[in-house]
């Protein structure tokens, strides 16, 4: 009996460990591949507007700043303004010497004075010919020359009333105003100098109006045109920002920097001044209504960008095609739809088909 209890004790032994060493390992490997789950954080897709902006420092201008000129020849006889001030329109600048139009005026006056009094005594000469004609005491052809001389009279007199308003012109010429309200930024004269027509004398910057003028790269013309939406800011001035729209592009390139000029007319603020430095923001494209997701969700594969979707508790490898990218979101242009959940955090550890585990 003995004989045959012992094998059979030991041949049970031998069946039973194998089950227990077999459950075992079954339970260790679900607890392994419980833990080979790859923790997440996921996020749809949404959809907004995307604004895409370009920068450029240039400098400020005046909008009109008109050269002041002299009219009439003569010599300086005072220059009433320095470079810096400030003036007010029609206010007096520089004198010039009026001698010389003083006496153009005076002579005028008498030539108008002399020619009326010709007037008077020819048209006193043509009424006694009249009469004398009607009685038949004088020749027609005496009439005749008489009221043409009368004629030629009055023209005369008419030019000379034009060289006498020519001559006063010339005279308030002597006096040089200012066309607009403004401040001197540049003097190119001084008291005593002998000018003549068109000689340069001052320039007059206008403060209300001014004028923006930023360069861009040649390869961003395309997509600059007037109207485009405008924010300026300047070091001269912290805290001011200024918005507007381009006014124009220049469509030529400069020469020496292969920049195109964008112009944009804006109303001082106030603080603002000529010649400052400018930082500008041009409006060059917006994409309403683009789908975006987290800038951590995109990833680079061989195969491409991708993105993992979070599905069932598996990531999905997606090609996408990708756009620009704002304040931490990128424009996915094609490949996903709004809505979509997508990984974010641990995007970067996933492959296609890998168990995830969503956290909050």
């Avoid at 400098?59 to 300086?76: S, T």
């Avoid at 400030?86 to 520089?94: N, S, T, W, Y």
């Avoid at 923001?281 to 917006?286: G, Y």
């Avoid at 508790?313 to 997508?342: F, K, M, N, P």
């Amino acid at each position: 009996m003995r004989r045959i209890l012992v094998p059979l004790i030991l041949a049970c032994s031998f069946w039973v460990l194998p089950l227990d060493v077999l459950a075992a390992a079954t339970d260790g490997g679900a607890q392994q591949q419980a833990e080979r789950r790859i923790p997440v954080r996921v996020v749809r897709a949404t959809r907004r507007d995307i604004e895409i902006w370009e920068r450029s420092v240039g400098q400020l201008e005046p909008k009109v700043a008109p050269l002041i000129a002299a009219e009439v020849a003569g010599r300086l006889t005072s220059v009433r303004v320095d470079v810096g001030a400030r003036i007010h329109k029609g206010e007096v600048l520089a004198t010039i010497d009026p001698g010389d139009y003083e006496l153009a005026e005076r002579l005028a006056r008498a030539d108008i004075r002399r020619l009326a009094a010709l007037i008077r005594g020819q048209r006193l000469k043509v009424r006694r010919l009249q009469a004398l004609v009607r009685k038949r005491s004088a020749n027609q052809s005496a009439l005749d020359d008489a009221e043409a001389r009368l004629d030629a009279l009055q023209a005369e007199h008419l030019a000379a009333q034009v060289r006498l308003q020519q001559a006063q012109r010339n005279l308030a010429r002597t006096r040089i105003t200012s066309p607009i309200d403004g401040r001197v930024d540049a003097t190119q004269v001084s008291m005593g100098d002998y000018v003549k027509p068109g000689t340069p004398l001052m320039r007059i910057g206008n403060l209300h109006w001014l004028k923006a003028r930023l360069p861009y790269p040649e390869t961003l013309l395309p997509r600059l045109h007037a109207g485009l939406p405008v924010r300026l800011t300047s070091p001269s001035a912290p805290g001011i920002r200024v918005t507007g729209r381009v006014s124009h592009v220049r469509p030529s390139i400069t020469f020496g920097s292969r920049a195109v000029q964008v112009i944009v007319n804006v109303e001082n603020p106030g603080p603002w001044q000529p010649g400052a430095s400018v930082t500008g923001e041009v409006r060059v494209a917006l994409h309403k209504g683009a789908v975006v997701v987290p800038e951590a969700s995109v990833v680079r594969r061989p195969a491409g960008t991708v993105l993992y979707l979070i599905e069932g508790g598996h990531a999905h490898q997606r090609r996408v095609r990708t756009g620009v990218t704002r304040d931490g979101q990128v424009e996915i242009r094609s490949g996903l739809a709004a809505g979509e959940t997508v990984a974010v955090d641990g995007a970067g550890f996933l492959t296609d088909g890998a168990a995830v585990e969503v956290r909050p």
